[in-house]
């Protein structure tokens, strides 16, 4: 009898994974973690872990794009307009999630890490802006989410390496007015 991936037990088996990870990834960098290790410590087989996911980069990958949706309170931004407020709970999301990562993912996952944080900010962004224009399907949207998560991304990577001196929501709300009407140069008479 084959299982889909919706039954009960299999989702409590990829959680027990999933949480075995983010507990080895405390005490033990990333590079360090293999999947000997996360099998003993969620008490399964290997053939379990590999019908749950391809391979550790593949569970690193889940468990990033599951705890950054927690961050962002998905379901907040399924429903919020992009306005002030969402930008600056985006952001401070952001910010913690990566102050977060800091002491358990290595160096070398920085790129993985980034576009996982770029992709989620961009689903996001993007159905906010449908729903925003009360629209389908629409290619001016879809590129206006790719810059904003970018954008976005770049400005907690800044506040990260030089601003941590001033809260995340003090840095991000001098750049939103900007962002929310865009930037009037004023006509060339």
């Known amino acids: 009898m084959t299982q889909s991936k919706t039954d009960p037990r299999v989702l409590r088996t990829r959680k027990l994974i999933m949480d075995s990870f983010i507990e080895l990834s405390g005490n033990k960098e990333f590079k360090d973690i293999t999947v000997k290790d996360i099998t003993t410590e ?10 749950h996911f391809e391979d550790i ?8 794009s599951e705890v950054l949706l927690v961050n962002l309170n998905y379901d907040f931004y399924q429903n919020d307009e992009l306005n002030e407020e969402a930008f ?9 999630f990566q102050k977060s ?28 802006l449908l729903k925003q224009n009360n ?3 629409d290619e001016a949207l879809k ?21 941590k001196k001033i809260p995340p929501e003090e840095f991000i709300k001098s750049a939103i007015p900007y962002i929310i009407s865009g930037i009037d140069f004023g006509s060339k008479n």
Not at 102 to 123: F, K, M, P, V, W
Not at 143 to 163: F, H, P
């Open 135 to 137: 629209t389908e399907e």
């Open 143 to 163: 590129i206006t989410a790719v810059i904003l998560s970018w954008g976005i991304y770049g400005a907690s990577v800044e506040w990260r390496r030089n601003s």
């Open 57 to 64: 980069y593949d569970l690193l990958e889940k468990v990033l």
């Open 88 to 96: 600056v709970r985006i952001f401070t999301a952001i910010t913690n």
């Open 101 to 128: 990562l800091s002491n358990r993912c290595h160096r070398g996952y920085e790129d993985t890490i980034a576009r996982i944080i770029r992709e989620q900010l961009e689903i996001i962004f993007y159905k906010m």
């Open 42 to 51: 969620a008490m399964i087989n290997r053939a379990t872990f590999y019908y």
